[in-house]
């Protein structure tokens, strides 16, 4: 579930540095608490893990930035498909275009027959030189 904080906040995470995990964890914290998220460490879960819920998306990972990373990447794979279609192996969500219009095979040929069969008007032209 997608809301208009979750653009902001992607937004604002990448401009953090990886390289200062401090801020990033300040970061996540503060929009947990100011956004009805939750943010479980290793030892209140009982999966060993930490858990991130924020804005609809739920990350977890062996440890704190883990579970960061997994939720920035998760919030960035929703922002990339909103409508949640499948993505396939290559990253890549395939589309398939209606075609216009069925081809009919039969009435092609009927067509291509008919044009070859067609007299041509301009066979009948007047021969050059005087001959008929």
């Known amino acids: 579930m997608m809301n208009e ?6 937004r604002g995470v990448s401009l953090i540095g990886h390289n200062d995990p401090d801020t990033l ?15 479980a460490d290793a030892t209140a879960v009982e999966t060993c893990l930490y858990e991130i819920s924020l804005h609809g ?8 930035m883990d579970a960061i990373q997994k ?17 396939e192996a290559d990253g890549f969500i395939t589309m398939h275009l209606p075609c216009s219009t069925p081809r009919n095979h039969a009435e092609e040929i009927a067509n291509a027959m008919a044009e070859r069969d067609r007299v041509k008007p301009h066979a009948f032209h007047r021969m050059p030189f005087g001959i008929s």
């Open 25 to 39: 964890k300040d970061a996540f914290m503060n929009e947990v608490i100011e956004n009805g998220g939750a943010y």
């Open 5 to 10: 904080r979750l653009i902001p906040f992607v």
């Open 57 to 64: 998306i739920i990350a977890r990972g062996a440890s704190e």
């Open 71 to 87: 939720w920035i990447t998760a919030a960035n794979a929703t922002l990339a498909n909103p409508a949640g279609e499948e993505v």
